[in-house]
Nanobody, 124 residues
Framework: QVQLVESGGGLAQPGGSLKLSCVVSGFTFRREAMSWARQAPGKGLEWVAG????????NYPDYLKGRFTISRDNAKSTLYLQMSSLTPEDTGVYYC?????????????????WGQGTQVTVSS
């Protein structure tokens, strides 16, 4: 079955960095565009990054460009999210999923496959 296992979250100080990982199984990872999404406390899901299946292009909401970088290793079926210059507003649970499930236009946890997420807390 499809599994997405996120890791790498934790407590970071404002201005700090974290790198998240997501190991995927159950579908042909190298053929799928992928996304990262997050859910802040009391708020809805928010798409934060997307990457093509071969890693040749990526995209982000304008307000995250320059701070978040998505990447992938198709040989390891692993998706990454490097986050820098973190602020308390980046606090939330971070998820990886297929780009068709979550992107700039729509992002719904009732559709597609989702992992358990990894908690990111930015606080001094």
């Amino acid at each position: 079955q499809v599994q997405l296992v996120e890791s790498g979250g934790g407590l970071a100080q404002p201005g700090g960095s974290l790198k998240l990982s997501c190991v995927v199984s159950g579908f042909t990872f190298r053929r799928e565009a992928m996304s990262w999404a997050r859910q802040a406390p009391g708020k809805g899901l928010e798409w934060v990054a997307g990457i093509l299946s071969d890693g040749s292009d990526d995209n982000y909401p304008d307000y995250l460009k320059g701070r978040f970088t998505i990447s992938r290793d198709n040989a390891k079926s692993t998706l990454y999210l490097q986050m820098s210059s973190l602020t308390p507003e980046d606090t939330g649970v971070y998820y990886c999923t297929k780009y068709t499930t979550c992107n700039l236009k729509e992002c719904n946890k009732d559709q597609g496959h989702w992992g358990q997420g990894t908690q990111v807390t930015v606080s001094s």
